[in-house]
């Protein structure tokens, strides 16, 4: 499994972005992908999830404002960010669970930087 992010960039305070993530192969073999990011200075975090029947988990500091989707006719999951704030700032990152036994895949990741 392959993953690669794009959509990052700098905005300023409430903001919108839309990250997307290409997934290689066929993405409905995968139960949950997710979105983690790390701020600067700061560990890795779990934003939000999808899964394959696009339930959806979101950490509380991003209720309301982002939401995850997955498009399994492309191979392609969105996290769609809006009244962004500084504290979003950092590099954003897919992931995903696959295989037996389960490995764990990291796309490159994209940079969000939200400016005051």
């Given at each position: 499994?392959?993953?690669?992010?794009?959509?990052?960039?700098?905005?300023?305070?409430?903001?919108?972005?839309?990250?997307?993530?290409?997934?290689?192969?066929?993405?409905?073999?995968?139960?949950?992908?997710?979105?983690?990011?790390?701020?600067?200075?700061?560990?890795?975090?779990?934003?939000?999830?999808?899964?394959?029947?696009?339930?959806?988990?979101?950490?509380?500091?991003v209720k309301g404002r982002f939401t995850?989707?997955?498009d399994n006719a492309k191979n392609m999951v969105y996290l769609q960010m809006?009244?962004?704030?500084?504290?979003?700032?950092?590099?954003?990152?897919?992931?995903?669970?696959?295989?037996?036994?389960?490995?764990?895949?990291?796309?490159?990741?994209?940079?969000?930087?939200?400016?005051?």
């Open positions: 499994v392959q993953l690669e992010e794009s959509g990052g960039g700098l905005v300023q305070t409430g903001g919108s972005l839309r990250l997307s993530c290409a997934v290689s192969g066929s993405i409905s073999r995968l139960d949950a992908i997710s979105w983690f990011r790390q701020p600067p200075g700061k560990q890795r975090e779990l934003v939000a999830t999808v899964t394959r029947n696009g339930d959806t988990n979101y950490i509380d500091s995850i989707s997955r809006n009244s962004l704030k500084p504290a979003d700032t950092g590099v954003y990152h897919c992931h995903t669970r696959y295989g037996d036994p389960e490995v764990y895949y990291w796309g490159q990741g994209t940079q969000v930087t939200v400016s005051p």
